[in-house]
């Protein structure tokens, strides 16, 4: 905590420095959204380079400056929370001045360009994201307050916790991590109780795109159990960029992508190439819109997917045929088809890229 103590006083000093220079301060800060300033590293995944780009926010600059008090007033206020060891959310950041930040994307942003600018995580500066991820199956694990969270495998899936540095005494006899991309089909799962018929697992979803602390929970997993971890994933763009978070980061959070990302994740489905494999009605796919067709373009030509020829043949497979479908499709062979047929062969036969 001295660290980010010093690392924000060092910002305000070069403020301070500058108005007695009688200079206009400026805040500099890394494109974060600027792929020029990302690189590929197998064993990382997506990584901000040393020497990227940056840009500045200025106080002389009419364009910049309210971005540069908004900064100053979410440092003093991290300042504050360190020194007092308390704790806020995002949320509760944007709720203590609605009229100054005027948005809740605006606040997560700044705090995100703050977290890059000190090198420090987002942990570390007593911010706490709100969760929507879920857990279930065997682990159980002790959180900082001293609760003890057993997630066996019941109708009902735990909240994955919203501070993950400070669980300890975690404990799980899991063979595998299955990551799921919808709580649909995650409480599917949960409800033809999957995580014990098999073998013991570890279950958990983002509901969606994941949040950090999801992320950040696969992360910590992998990191205690190394054991293999499988995506679930609708065979459409959307839900490949959304395995590709979890396995080599996003760009916008390269710069953490040493706490985030886990490269040894595997596709085990829905594969394009299962939908012709299990003869599937082309009656059930949906359509591509623009926007999928501009998604797959864009993912085809990341620098990931080069290393990649099975998922890049799967890719283009999917490019061809125009044509994408959700996990439900699988219901249209029988209603436990997921759970009964479809996970426990490809597991067992080794169906995952």
């Known amino acids: 905590s001295s660290e980010v103590l010093e690392a924000i006083e060092n910002v305000i000093q070069d403020v301070l420095k500058s108005l007695a220079q009688k200079k206009a301060p400026v805040l500099t800060l890394a494109n974060r959204s600027d792929w020029r300033n990302i690189e590929f590293k197998d064993s990382v995944g997506l990584q901000m380079i040393p020497c990227c780009t940056t840009k500045q926010i200025r106080i002389d600059c009419p364009r910049s400056a309210p971005k540069f008090a908004l900064m100053l007033k979410i440092l003093s206020m991290i300042y504050k929370m360190v020194q007092s060891n308390t704790y806020a959310t995002k949320r509760d950041i944007y709720y203590s001045d609605t009229l100054l930040f005027g948005s809740q994307s605006v606040v997560d942003n700044i705090i995100n360009d703050i977290s890059c ?64 991309e919808k709580d649909a089909t995650f409480q599917r799962l949960l409800d033809d109780d999957f995580c014990n018929k098999l073998s013991p697992c570890i279950m958990i979803t983002g509901r969606g795109v994941p949040d950090l602390n999801t992320r950040l929970l696969v992360r910590k997993l992998w990191d205690t159990f190394q054991i293999p971890i499988f995506t679930l994933m609708d065979a459409d763009p959307h839900g490949v960029e959304i395995m590709c978070i979890y396995k080599y980061g996003s760009v916008s959070m390269s710069f953490e992508a040493h706490h985030l990302t886990v490269p040894s994740i595997k596709w085990l489905g829905l594969l394009p190439s299962d939908l012709e494999r299990l003869n599937i009605g082309k009656d059930v ?69």
């Not at 002790?142 to 501070?163: F, L, M, Q, R, Y």
């Not at 959700?326 to 759970?339: H, M, N, W």
């Open 285 to 353: 796919l949906i359509p591509f819109t623009k926007q999928d067709q501009k998604k797959l373009a864009s993912i085809q030509k990341r620098p990931y997917i080069a290393c990649q020829p099975m998922w890049k043949k799967e890719l283009e497979m999917m490019a061809a045929s125009k044509l994408k479908a959700e996990i439900q499709v699988l219901t249209s062979l029988s209603s436990d088809y997921l759970s009964r047929v479809y996970l426990p062969n490809k597991l067992q036969f080794g169906g995952w890229l």
């Open 117 to 180: 600018m000190l090198k420090i995580p987002r942990r570390s500066l007593h911010i706490l994201s709100t969760t929507k991820g879920f857990v279930a199956g065997n682990l159980s694990y002790t959180e900082e307050d001293g609760t003890k969270v057993n997630c066996t495998c019941s109708a009902t899936a735990v909240t994955v916790p919203s501070n993950v540095q400070g669980i300890k005494n975690l404990i799980s006899h899991a063979k595998f991590m299955l990551i799921v």
